[in-house]
């Protein structure tokens, strides 16, 4: 069965909100996704597909993902 952690991971991409300037507006237009704001960082929630595909958009952009 697989961990509650590596469920989570699958699904959200936690990054600095300062990573997220300039392509906020478009990954929510682009992408079926959530973007929360816990303080210093934005938390974006989507599907494990989703996810996925945000993940190389990010990369695409020169975004690093931890």
């Not at 699904?11 to 392509?23: E, K, N, Y």
């Amino acid at each position: 069965m697989a961990s509650p952690s590596s469920l989570r991971d699958s699904t959200q991409i936690v990054l600095p909100w300062a990573s997220l300037d300039g392509v906020q507006a478009d990954l929510e237009a682009q992408f079926t996704v959530t973007v929360y704001d816990e303080g210093n960082a934005a938390r974006i929630i989507g599907s494990p597909v989703v996810i996925k595909e945000v993940s190389e958009y990010l990369v695409r952009q020169g975004i690093s993902l931890p």
